[in-house]
């Protein structure tokens, strides 16, 4: 779930609350809002405007910002690649962009609890998930 404060006018407050009414905090804020209300509605302010030209040229637009921010071209070729992966994460958490699990996760996910069931005595009982894999 997204926390995050804003700046707004008072009109989008009370839009937000009014949204917000009788709904659960799991429920979707914009639940009669689909991409084919949102592709109608684009269309009408500018012909051939979709979600996914939206998302693009906003995902352009901050690549090339964050590069303008990032780069310099007199800096080496390791800086450059530094400040391109810098600038793409940037784009990657707008679009809210999130990285797959491998192929191959769910078997060693496997092997790892496997791993660790041979360790550990019997009386005790460990379930590795992502959720509980700490970084090294």
Known sequence: MLKQSLPTSFQVFKNLQLFLENKQPE???????????????????????????????????????QLKELACPDDSLPAKVLSYNRANRAVAILCNHQRAPPKTFEKSMQNLQTKVNACVPPFFCFVVTPQTMMPL
């Open 27 to 65: 429920d979707d804020l914009f639940d009669r809002l689909n991409t084919s209300i949102l592709n109608k509605h684009l269309q009408e302010l500018m012909d051939g405007l979709t979600a996914k030209v939206f998302r693009t040229y906003n995902a352009s637009i901050t690549l090339q910002q």
